[in-house]
């Protein structure tokens, strides 16, 4: 058995380690801030009690980095399972509000107490192959989501400005032939079981954009018919 057990709730931001002796009585307590100098930051405060074990919540999964720095410094670091920990804190029966202190109590007093307790070891190559690998494609993921977004911007600003030029100058039949051609360069590229398909789209597109621009000539007609007649 440990003669001093460190226990540790890690989170996001921060994390509070309290050191317990063998008879689960608090020798002391610190808070750090999560950053690449954490580990050495905990082991300089705890130089006081050289016979320490480290005891991690999650050493698995949110403690994975502190508990893998200090098993890289040379410490002794167990696992405590959060469901382990969760037990230990209800059934204390002094203060049971849930705080990081006595969450980080609750963690020491379940690995000092625990029969068997899972050792943390450090990682080998395959798994920090695996971690840089999962990051490399996260990252390239990141970047085809982002010069899409890009892409579709460049070309809808370039599109509505062309449209924009084109009825000023009183084109109004840009955006048919547009439309049109775009639909026919996709039937040329389709598969030839979906080509009459694709095809009779292009021909109703023709005819709706008839018809609107029809309309739309019936439309400004009307204003000139009716003060002509009057």
């Known amino acids: 058995m440990a003669a001093v057990m460190i226990g540790i709730d890690p ?3 921060s994390h509070t380690a309290v050191a317990i002796g063998s008879r689960e009585e ?4 610190v808070r750090v801030r999560a950053c690449p100098a ?3 930051q905990l082991v300089a405060w705890a130089a006081a009690w050289p016979e320490r074990t480290w005891a991690v919540e999650g050493a698995a999964g949110l403690g994975h980095l502190l508990a893998q720095q200090l098993v890289a410094a040379g410490e002794r670091v167990l696992d405590v399972p959060p469901k382990l920990a969760a037990r230990v804190r209800l059934l204390q029966a ?5 705080n990081d202190p006595n969450d980080a109590q609750a963690v020491a007093i379940a690995a000092l107490r625990s ?6 070891a450090a990682d080998d190559h395959a798994a920090v192959l695996k971690v840089w690998a999962k990051r490399h494609r996260d990252l390239s993921r990141c970047r085809n989501q982002a010069a899409c977004r890009i892409h579709a911007v460049l070309a809808s600003v370039i599109v509505w400005r062309t449209a924009f030029v084109a009825s000023m100058a009183g084109d109004n039949a840009w955006l048919e032939r547009a439309v049109s051609s775009e639909l026919e360069r996709t039937v040329s590229r389709a598969a030839p079981a ?7 789209m292009v021909m109703t597109r023709r005819r709706s954009w008839a018809e609107t ?3 739309a000539g019936r439309l400004k007609a009307g204003p000139r018919r009716s003060r002509s007649a009057s």
Do not use: I, N, Y
């Open 213 to 215: 621009d029809h309309c």
């Open 194 to 200: 979906t080509t009459g398909t694709m095809q009779s």
């Open 38 to 40: 954490q580990a050495g």
């Open 115 to 120: 029969t068997a307790p899972r050792q943390v």
């Open 94 to 98: 002094a203060d049971t509000s849930k």
């Open 26 to 29: 608090p020798l002391g307590r």
């Open 11 to 13: 989170h996001k931001g």
